[in-house]
C-alpha cells in the first residue's frame, strides 16, 4: 500500500524559505500515470493546491504562488521536495504531499488525488 | 481561475438522513471533478472521481452525479461516521488550473 509521509521544519522565520519533503513508500515514483503534489490547508480553512511535479520531472504550479514556489523530485530516494520563499504568516497551513492520479485523453488532462501524507504543520513566525 | 462554489456551507442532517451537497464551476470542466471527506485531525479521502466514479473501497451509499457547471454528491442515509467536511476539486485544461472548493461541513443535527 502507498504511502506518503512529510518531513522538514514546523516554524519557519518571516521572509525565509519554507522546505518540505515527501517520502513515498510501498511504490516507485517512477511508474508513469501519476503526478506528486503539494497541497495547504490554513488552520480552519480549505483546501489550496501548491503544485506537482511528473515523473518526468516537469511542473505545474499554482499561479498564485508560482513565483514562489519550486518542487523537485528525486526518484532515487523516492522523495519530492517543496520550496516557498518569502514566506509570510499567511502561509501557515498543514502541507499534504499526495499522489495525483493522471488521465489522459487526448490533450485533455485530468487529475485526481487518490493518495494523502498525514500531514504537517508549519508555523510562520519570529 | 475556474472558481468552485459548494453549498450550503453547513448541513444540519441526522444519522439516516439523505445528505445532497452542491458544487458549482464557474466555467465548465466537463467531467473533470473529483469529491474529498475530510475528518478532524486527517487528511482528505478521495470519495469519487470524474464527476460520478467511486474511489476503491468507497461505500455504495456515496454516490456523484452532474458535468459541465453543476454536481452534486449524495450520500443515501448518514452514517455516523460521515459527519465530515467535503470538497469538491476541479483540473480544467483551458486555463490550465486546479482549484478546490470552500467545503460544506455536514454535521449532526
Known amino acids: 500500500q502507498l504511502q506518503l509521509q512529510e518531513s522538514g521544519s514546523g516554524l519557519v522565520k518571516p521572509s525565509q524559505t519554507l522546505s518540505l519533503t515527501c517520502t513515498v513508500s510501498g511504490g516507485s515514483m517512477s511508474s508513469g500515470g501519476y503526478s506528486w503534489s503539494w497541497i495547504r490547508q490554513p488552520p480552519g480553512k480549505a483546501l489550496e493546491w501548491i503544485g506537482y511535479?511528473?515523473?518526468?520531472?516537469?511542473?505545474f504550479y499554482n499561479p498564485s504562488l508560482k513565483s514562489r514556489v519550486t518542487i523537485s523530485v528525486d526518484k532515487s530516494k523516492n522523495q519530492f521536495s517543496l520550496n516557498l520563499s518569502s514566506v509570510t504568516a499567511a502561509d501557515t497551513a498543514v502541507y499534504y504531499c499526495?499522489?495525483?492520479?493522471?488521465?489522459?485523453?487526448?490533450?485533455?488532462?485530468?487529475?485526481?488525488?487518490?493518495?494523502w501524507g498525514q500531514g504537517t504543520l508549519v508555523t510562520v513566525s519570529s | 481561475e475556474i472558481v468552485l462554489t459548494q453549498s450550503p456551507a453547513t448541513l444540519s442532517l441526522s444519522p439516516g438522513e439523505r445528505a445532497t451537497l452542491s458544487c458549482r464551476a464557474s466555467?465548465?470542466?466537463?467531467?473533470?471533478l473529483a469529491w474529498y471527506q475530510q475528518k478532524p485531525g486527517q487528511a482528505p479521502r478521495l470519495l469519487i472521481y470524474e464527476a460520478s466514479n467511486r474511489a476503491t473501497g468507497i461505500p455504495a451509499r456515496f454516490s456523484g452525479s452532474g458535468s459541465g457547471t453543476d454536481f452534486s454528491l449524495t450520500i443515501s442515509s448518514l452514517e455516523p461516521e460521515d459527519f465530515a467536511v467535503y470538497y469538491c476539486?476541479?483540473?480544467?485544461?483551458?486555463?490550465?488550473?486546479?482549484?478546490f472548493g470552500g467545503g460544506t461541513k455536514v454535521e449532526i443535527k
Open positions: 511535479i511528473y515523473h518526468s520531472g516537469s511542473t
Open positions: 466555467q465548465s470542466v466537463s467531467t473533470y
Open positions: 476539486q476541479q483540473r480544467s485544461n483551458w486555463p490550465p488550473s486546479l482549484t
Open positions: 499526495a499522489r495525483g492520479v493522471i488521465l489522459v485523453r487526448g490533450v485533455l488532462i485530468n487529475v485526481w488525488f487518490d493518495s
